[in-house]
């Protein structure tokens, strides 16, 4: 640790920075405020992006691995709260904050502080297994970080590494309930013992799960099979032969289509009927529904909360699981801890995915989800217990912050602007719309979208994309009315050079 002080900047202000989150801590007084005060006023470029420094390194990495996804190389030490600095001295405000995966910005005081806790030191060095060998406070720390943040009627968790996973095992978990049903709870027969382990019915049953066209769900084989955003993820793969059926196309302003869009809705459930009929009588029964709150790779694509609760009532009906993705939506980016939360659903979802801004993957499930038998959910990790370590600071922040009321106050901000530019820039911009500080707005075409990401870029607000021409933003849970007027500034510079 002395030696890391000595070469690391963020280590030498370490133990200023805990006595600082300790003092206002134990005083009561604003760690927003604190916290805010430690960032940059205003973004500071010195170079293009990416740097000679970044394309110096970019250039080294393609001597070990694939770069082609690598936009620059960032300083860590040096990032603060929104903003995040590159190796080229560029400090960004960053809207985009690792592919929506950092609730409290960098360099957070609760989170190094966490780090630097002695009592967190074997959480950090000692990885157990911990579906075997969990560590004498997982119980206590599970408690802490994941229940008490559990979605509405869901007291059952289950840690995963990553997003990906979280979808395959809960995709699991739903096959697993499925046929214990099927079997009506018995235990499964020697045939169905001796056929799986050589992928043949019985054991291994041709049961399909139903997707939604642009669902994103991760990139591994069952995740992806559920995916259908772009083609990169899915060439050359083989996948198994499951439903799909398209997501509403509302259209907007919401207010004034509400005629057209129920309908649009009402015969988007219509479909999900017919394509489970459709793949029950060829033989290969729909076990469930997976979907997103909001289909957000796929082009921030929102349904109402009546179309959500017409899927969770054909599930009931049919007696299928429903797992609903929040790997992108969770931890409070829409002003409620979990986007379905929104929805008012009858019954709760059976499983609910979680990874990105909760810093571990995983799900919730209810209790006939899990399976009867060990090893069945399983690999060696199942998770970090230093990752929970973490999510414990993160919760007790934003309750003690109540940052979702921030999130709610920011995002109402964030869209009432990006409406007032879509009727400045009517022939630039379309569609803007959000959930809390998970908004989005449309281009007409990729080239003009991805050409406005890269001006925005050069005058220090770094972006992201999704969808065909759609611009998304994914900040903090911190990100303040302050953040959208400095990006507003900027964003209005760009469009009107885009404009001429």
């Known amino acids: 640790m002395l030696a890391a002080r000595r070469i690391n900047p963020l280590f030498r202000n370490i133990e200023k ?4 989150y300790d003092r206002h801590v134990s005083t009561g007084s604003s760690l927003l405020s604190m916290d805010v005060a430690n960032e940059p006023d205003v973004p500071k470029m010195v170079t293009d992006i990416p740097g000679p420094k970044s394309k110096q390194l970019i250039k080294e990495l393609a001597q070990i691995q694939n770069v082609g996804a690598v936009h620059f190389f960032c300083d860590y030490d040096n990032s603060h709260g929104n903003y995040l600095a590159d190796v080229d001295g560029n400090v960004m405000l960053d809207l985009y904050t690792q592919i929506s995966s950092l609730p409290l910005g960098y ?49 059952k968790v289950q840690t995963m590494a990553c997003g990906a996973c979280s979808v395959e095992h809960g995709l699991k978990a739903i096959f697993i309930k499925y046929m214990n049903d099927q079997r009506s709870g018995e235990a499964p027969s ?23 066209d642009n669902g994103f769900h991760g990139r591994t084989m069952g995740a992806l099979a559920c995916t259908h955003s772009k083609w990169l993820h899915k060439l050359d793969l083989p996948q198994p032969d499951w439903p799909v059926v398209r997501f509403p196309d509302l ?81 409070g980016v829409t002003g409620k801890f979990w986007a379905h939360e929104h929805f008012n659903l009858t019954d709760t979802p059976d499983v609910v995915t979680f990874s990105k801004k909760m810093l571990t993957g995983g799900f919730y499930q209810k209790e006939s989800f899990i399976p009867k038998e060990g090893y069945r959910i399983f690999n060696t990790w199942v998770g970090d217990p230093g990752k929970i370590a973490l999510l414990e600071e993160v919760v007790k922040v934003i309750k003690e912050e109540n940052l979702l009321d921030n999130v709610k106050v920011t995002g109402n901000y964030l869209l009432s602007n990006l409406e007032q530019m ?29 050409k406005v990401i890269g001006y925005l870029r050069a005058k220090g607000v770094h972006t992201g994309a999704c969808g065909e021409a759609t611009l998304r933003f994914r900040p903090t849970l911190l990100f303040q009315n302050k953040h959208v007027d400095l990006f507003m500034e900027r964003f209005d510079d760009v469009l009107s050079q885009v404009k001429k």
């Not at 879509?422 to 979208?449: E, H, N, W």
């Open 107 to 155: 360099n957070h005081p609760a989170i190094i502080n966490a780090v630097s806790k002695p009592e967190n030191l074997s959480t950090f060095v000692n990885r157990p297994a911990l579906g075997v060998y969990p560590p004498a406070d997982w119980v206590s720390r599970l408690q802490n970080a994941l229940l008490s943040v559990c979605p509405p009627g869901m007291t």
């Open 251 to 331: 259209k907007y302003p919401l207010e004034c289509n509400t005629a057209e869009n129920k309908a649009e809705e009402s015969k988007v459930l219509e479909e999900v009927e017919d394509k489970i009929e459709e793949y029950n009588k060829k033989g290969l029964p729909v076990a469930g529904i997976i979907i997103e709150p909001v289909q957000c790779e796929g082009g921030d694509n929102f349904a109402s909360k009546e179309f959500f609760q017409g899927l969770r009532d054909i599930t009931n009906k049919r007696k299928i699981g429903f797992l609903v993705d929040e790997v992108q939506t969770g931890c």
């Open 190 to 212: 020697m045939e169905e013992m001796d056929s799986c382990r050589v992928n043949k019915a019985p054991g291994s049953p041709p049961l399909t799960i139903l997707s939604f």
């Open 422 to 450: 879509q009727t400045k820039y009517p022939g630039i911009l379309s569609k803007a719309r959000g959930l809390g500080t998970l908004c989005a707005v449309d281009f007409p075409d990729a080239a003009t979208r991805d």
């Open 17 to 20: 920075t805990v006595k600082n």
